[in-house]
């Protein structure tokens, strides 16, 4: 278990990151605050916050709400010791009793370990520190910082990350796989297209010619005058018959192969070369430099820049970090645009104030 604390200028950005975790399913009893009493009707917006006004010996009177509430109530005194029994070492117990003596807003709430990035992250978006910076501290380093949820017998290590302070009192190892690709090329047979053979009935008119006779029977009537023949019936009923006959044409028909069509599938081998790209991971080993800002007070004087030292040390960390990060460059104007954007996102229309001073601490980075 961890747990993540946060320091807000602002209460009601303080109101708003409750929102937030209470809808990532945090329940309101489970988040601490404590906040000045001007603060109090502010953060009482939401009806599931209760605030207890209480008396404390190293910040006064204040309101507070969940488990850091039940734990000043049980041990009455000061919040810098109840802090020290969630695992926060005395200096950083200081600094945060230090923030809310200022006026700010804490909140805290412990989470399991690996719910406790995305905690982080909404407090550290929604925290809004002012410049100046509280017991030794810069202000940069002001935001919300994730604590271990109990103190433990080893020693803890600070680590600076951007805007946050991050205290980790547990052996930790991580794995880094290197993975390589490898291409297997099989195959799988598709549809490549095809001959579809189709056959249908057509009639065309055809003509033959042929001979054909016929019989017909006339009959003649004619007038004669003369005896009468020996073989010739006299006067004797008689009757004569003659068929007409004709031929008429008869039509047959048969059918007959004429042509055969021979559709015929045979099958080819070839061989191909498949090319493409494979991905492998390379690991770099290089040691990371702490920020130290005794190095930049000296160029600091020198500019005789406008303003106290403080002021300007969130711009030398944040060049210092520029190299030591991910991004890598050999010249300043290959990541001056990508700098600038990253940098007036939090400090909008500073950048041409902190600009040589973000240059400086990139070279100066660099050269080491």
Same mark, same amino acid.
């Given at each position: 278990m961890r747990t993540v604390i946060g320091l807000f200028g602002d209460a009601s950005e303080a109101r708003r990151a409750i929102d937030e975790?209470? $809808?990532? $399913?945090?329940?309101?009893?489970?988040?601490?605050?404590?906040?000045?009493?001007?603060?109090? %009707?502010?953060l009482e917006a939401r009806k599931s916050m209760n605030l207890e006004?209480?008396?404390?010996?190293?910040? +006064?009177?204040? !309101?507070? !709400? $969940? #488990?850091?509430?039940?734990?000043?109530?049980?041990? #009455? +005194?000061?919040? +810098?010791?109840?802090?020290q029994l969630f695992g926060l070492t005395p200096e950083l117990a200081d600094h945060y009793v230090a923030g809310v003596k200022h006026g700010e807003t804490l909140e805290s709430l412990t989470v399991d370990d690996k719910d406790s990035d995305r905690v982080l992250s909404v407090m550290k978006r929604r925290?809004?520190?002012?410049?100046?910076?509280a017991a030794g501290l810069a202000a940069q380093e002001r935001a919300a910082a994730p604590a271990p949820?109990?103190?433990?017998? !080893?020693?803890? %290590?600070?680590q600076t990350n951007g805007r946050a302070l991050e205290i980790d009192d547990r052996d930790e190892e991580r794995i880094i796989p290197i993975v390589r690709e490898e291409m297997k090329v099989g195959k799988r047979t598709v549809e490549r297209g095809g001959v579809r053979v189709t056959t249908h009935v *057509?009639?065309?008119?055809?003509?033959?010619?042929?001979?054909l006779r016929e019989t017909h029977v006339d009959?003649? =009537? =004619?007038? *004669?005058?003369?005896?009468? =023949? +020996?073989?010739?019936?006299?006067?004797a009923d008689d009757s004569v018959e003659m068929i007409e006959m004709a031929d008429e044409a008869v039509v047959s028909k048969q059918a007959r192969v004429v042509e055969e069509v021979v559709v015929r599938k045979h099958v080819s081998d070839r061989t191909a070369t498949i090319s493409d790209q494979v991905r492998s991971t390379e690991i770099e080993f290089g040691k990371l430099r702490?920020?130290?800002a005794a190095e930049y007070r000296g160029?600091?004087?020198?500019? %005789?820049? $406008?303003?106290?030292?403080d002021s300007y040390l969130p711009a030398y960390e944040f060049g210092h970090h520029l190299h030591t990060g991910k991004q890598k460059a050999d010249r300043w104007e290959e990541i001056e645009g990508s700098a600038r954007t990253r940098w007036e996102k939090d400090n909008p229309g500073t950048w041409e104030k902190f600009k040589e001073s973000i240059r400086h601490a990139w070279l100066h980075a660099k050269a080491k």
């Open positions: 975790l209470q $809808g990532l $399913g945090y329940p309101a009893d489970k988040i601490s605050v404590v906040t000045n009493v001007a603060s109090q %009707q502010s006004s209480l008396s404390l010996t190293d910040v +006064g009177k204040v !309101a507070t !709400a $969940g #488990p850091l509430r039940d734990v000043l109530i049980k041990q #009455p +005194g000061a919040l +810098g010791s109840a802090l925290s809004a520190m002012p410049p100046a910076p949820a109990m103190a433990k017998k !080893a020693t803890p %290590q600070a *057509v009639e065309r008119p055809v003509s033959e010619q042929i001979h009959v003649e =009537r =004619r007038a *004669v005058d003369r005896p009468l =023949r +020996g073989d010739e019936a006299v006067f702490a920020f130290d160029y600091f004087e020198n500019q %005789q820049a $406008g303003g106290p030292f």
